[in-house]
């Protein structure tokens, strides 16, 4: 599955998304940014890279709640995608007074 795959299966949980960053986020409402952050492995042969797994992570910022129903639903998605992906981080931001929950999860890569 590619990084664009992965990008619009989430988007149909209708839950505002972007990707790297917002320029202004949403107010008031749940949303989630992903990127890709690097290569994570790689297979060569014949001094050529043959095959690429793309790092990419998934960051979800809750307002009303912890946003325990809202993960679920989120990590539904990415078992529905068939990849490999781990819950990195669950946070309270004091700055912001948002959730903030953190996955990555790896794609096919661009070669």
């Known amino acids: 599955m590619t990084y664009q795959q992965v990008y619009n299966s989430l988007a149909e949980l209708k839950i505002p998304i972007t990707k790297v960053a917002w320029d202004s986020a949403p107010e008031k409402s749940d949303y989630m940014v992903t990127r890709i952050v690097g290569q994570e492995r790689s297979l060569w042969a014949d001094n050529a890279m043959a095959e690429q797994d793309l790092y990419c992570t998934l ?53």
């Open 59 to 111: 960051d979800l910022f809750t307002y009303r709640n912890e946003g325990e129903e809202t993960a679920f639903r989120v990590q539904h998605v990415l078992n529905s995608c068939g990849i490999h992906w781990e819950l990195q981080s669950v946070q309270w931001e004091d700055d912001t007074r948002l959730n903030h929950w953190e996955w990555a999860f790896y794609v096919e890569g661009l070669i």
